[in-house]
């Protein structure tokens, strides 16, 4: 079946610490983002690609990185420079073109820092 | 700049009773409308998505309207069940703006089915 793959389903980080957000997508999806849900808020764009090797910042890019070495795969790296990690991040994709019909979402990853 | 207001934030109700969830948007150009599902700890699964031309548009036991001109929306939900706790979010996208950056989310209204 497709869809997209977001690993681990639970991750927790130490201060200081750099962690990875895995996003896989086996659509053909052109296009990739990254968002964070906190509770009691809409979800917010952190990154999005749109093309392999290309990607542009989000609303709330500050602290976080992103790569597209792949189209199938989208990772996102919390860096120790966001200060208020916790949050559950949604991985989605969608089809290029059109009216956007083909938007899904992942089934998050829930960070916590200890 | 551009705002997407859920109502109410929560609603309880008992099984079996119908329900409707409104949304009021700013949204300009506006291109289309969704309505999403997110069950606890997963992400959000899509129910409706509505254009401009179109006034309702039914899933099962959803129906989502569209009024244009108001710039409302509303999802209502027709013999609820216990697997319709969750909550309902609502998206506005944006003409001329690809991809993500063009969507504007509201932040949700949390649903409690109660047996």
């Known amino acids: 079946d497709g869809g997209i793959t977001q690993s681990p389903k639970y991750l927790f980080r130490k201060e200081g610490q750099n962690v990875t957000l895995s996003c896989e997508q086996n659509l053909n999806h052109d296009a990739m983002y990254w968002y964070r849900q906190d509770p009691g808020q809409g979800l917010r764009l952190i990154y999005y690609s749109q093309i392999v090797n290309d990607f542009q910042k989000g609303d709330i890019a500050e602290g976080y990185s992103v790569s597209r070495e792949k189209k199938e795969s989208f990772p996102l790296t919390v860096t120790s420079a966001q200060k208020n990690p916790t949050a559950f991040y949604l991985c989605?994709?969608?089809?290029?073109?059109?009216?956007?019909?083909?938007?899904?979402f992942g089934s998050g990853t829930r960070l916590t820092v200890v | 700049k551009n705002q997407v207001e859920q109502s109410p934030q929560s609603l309880i109700i008992l099984e079996g009773k119908n329900c409707t969830l409104q949304c009021n948007y700013t949204v300009s150009p506006f291109s289309n409308l969704r309505w999403y599902k997110q069950d606890t700890g997963r992400g959000p699964v899509s129910l409706t998505i509505?254009?401009?031309?179109?006034n309702t548009k039914s899933n099962g036991r959803y129906t989502a309207t569209l009024d244009a001109d108001t710039k409302q929306s509303s999802l209502h939900i027709t013999a609820s069940q216990l697997s319709d706790s969750a909550s309902y979010i609502c998206v506005v996208s944006a003409t001329g703006r690809g991809g993500a950056d063009g969507l504007t989310f509201g932040k949700g209204t949390h649903l409690i089915i109660q047996p």
């Open positions: 989605a994709s969608i089809s290029q073109g059109g009216t956007d019909y083909g938007y899904t």
């Open positions: 509505m254009t401009f031309s179109e």
